[in-house]
């Protein structure tokens, strides 16, 4: 059974940084993994993706401020220069062939 254990979460004041991390267990052969963010009642939007472990993408308000790293089955998210709109509830996501999973959510809050 696959789990993904999320950590690093909390508040941060404007112009700080948090590093997110995401541990996957019970996983073969990892295609996808990467970062989401949801806001109650807006749609979840990606944030961070690294494909076959080396291709990244971002999502356009976080590129140049955020980066997507791998370790094994554990990947980062180094968030630079937040801004109160990165504010969010963030989910890891794992794709493995044509299965998709889920973190539970890690609560990232930008405020003064």
């Known amino acids: 059974q696959v789990q993904l254990v999320e950590s690093g979460g909390g508040l941060v004041q404007p112009g700080g940084s948090l590093r997110l991390s995401c541990a996957a267990s019970?996983?073969?052969?990892?295609?996808?993994m990467g970062w989401y963010r949801q806001i109650p009642g807006k749609h979840r939007e990606l944030v961070a993706i690294?494909?076959?472990?080396?291709n990244t993408f971002y999502g356009k308000d976080v590129e140049g401020r955020f980066t997507i790293s791998r370790e094994q089955n554990t990947i980062y998210l180094q968030m630079n220069n937040l801004k109160p709109d990165d504010t969010d509830k963030y989910y890891c996501?794992?794709?493995?062939?044509?299965?998709?999973?889920w973190g539970q959510g890690i609560q990232v809050n930008v405020s003064s």
């Open positions: 996501y794992v794709r493995e062939g044509a299965e998709e999973y």
């Open positions: 019970g996983t073969i052969s990892i295609n996808s």
């Open positions: 690294i494909s076959n472990g080396v």
